[in-house]
């Protein structure tokens, strides 16, 4: 699966199948196969969209009565200070209520996404510091995902502000390489992108040493998401989990809809870790199979 990356997308989507026969043949669910840590994760809501301060006041009004304990914001204006007011609004009216993460989407920039410019080093570190002085919990890929030297210069100059990354940083021996320049205070490796779910274990165990946290970016589907609480519910250095819910336009139910049920927080604001073996999720195949435009071995459907 390694090698296949070379050649195309990555596949490692193909070892949680694997796995999810394993728990079910054991008759487990895979965090418990592994030595589960604990049952439920703390989630916070996952924002996607760049939104004015009033807005997001607003959106942040029904997040915490949804049950979410935190919050992520997008830092993508071409003016930073435009997003640093966004934080201030949300700190100045749910203070401790709400705990505030910001990602910056700096560590792989694409051309062509408007709006959304390369920082310098100078621009994250003075972001960070008005994070922090700001109670922000972490900042999210302030650089690009190879500047290991810019990255644990940037976190040599903070206090209690986290840095997290690596959501586009492939295999453990790039995890390895970030963790040993100390770039990061959580990972973010992803089970269907960064490289098979159980290496990402041994990532974790890395981690682990280290004394970093292991929070995955989990922005695919349902399955995806559902894999990587798996993973996080089996290892005892887990931190805040991933929940995507951006409505209108990105509600978590979409993210999930070819599951029968939809991952959904407890009263607390935890994922609840599914009891059911293997990776506890149903397909739902009615949709899957009416929104289908081809299948391996057959010709388009028509
Ligand atoms: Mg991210």
Avoid at 59 to 83: M, N, Q, T, W
Avoid at 143 to 172: C, I, K, S, W
Avoid at 214 to 227: D, K
Avoid at 266 to 274: E, F, L, R, S, T
Wanted: proline fraction near 6%; hydrophobic fraction near 40%; glycine fraction near 10%.
């Amino acid at each position: 699966m390694k090698d296949a990356e070379i050649l195309g997308s990555p596949v490692y989507c193909i070892e949680v199948a694997l796995w999810d026969i394993a728990g079910k043949a054991a008759g487990l669910p895979v965090f418990k196969l592994w030595g589960a840590s604990t049952d439920r994760v703390p989630a916070y809501c996952a924002t996607g969209e760049v939104r004015s301060p009033e807005r997001r006041v607003e959106d942040c009004h029904r997040i915490l009565d949804e049950g979410f304990k935190a919050v992520k914001l997008r830092f993508h204006s071409d003016d930073p200070r435009d997003d640093i007011r966004v934080v201030e609004a949300v700190r100045s009216t749910f203070g401790d209520r709400l705990g505030v993460l910001v990602d910056a989407n700096q560590a792989g920039v694409l051309p062509g996404l408007g709006g959304h410019r390369q920082w310098s080093f100078q621009t994250a570190l003075e972001v960070a510091l008005e994070l922090e002085r700001l109670g922000v919990v972490w900042l999210e890929e302030p650089l690009p995902r190879h500047d290991y030297a810019g990255l644990r210069r940037l976190r040599d100059r903070l206090g209690t502000l986290q840095l997290a990354g690596g959501e586009n940083n492939h295999g453990v021996h790039e995890f390895k390489l970030l963790i040993d320049q100390g770039c990061y205070d959580v990972l973010q490796p992803d089970a269907v992108l960064s490289e098979g779910i159980y290496q990402l274990r041994k990532v974790a165990a890395l981690a682990e040493a280290g004394g970093l946290y292991m929070a995955p970016h989990t922005w695919t589907h349902g399955i995806g998401l559902l894999a990587n609480l798996q993973l996080v519910a089996s290892i005892p250095n887990y931190s805040w989990f991933e929940f995507p819910h951006e409505p209108p336009g990105w509600p978590a139910s979409a993210l999930s809809q070819m599951l029968v049920d939809k991952p959904w927080i407890d009263q607390d604001g935890c994922v609840a870790v599914p009891e059911r073996p293997g990776f506890g999720f149903t397909l739902d195949e009615e949709l899957i199979e009416r929104h289908a435009v081809a299948a391996f071995g057959q010709g388009p459907k028509r």
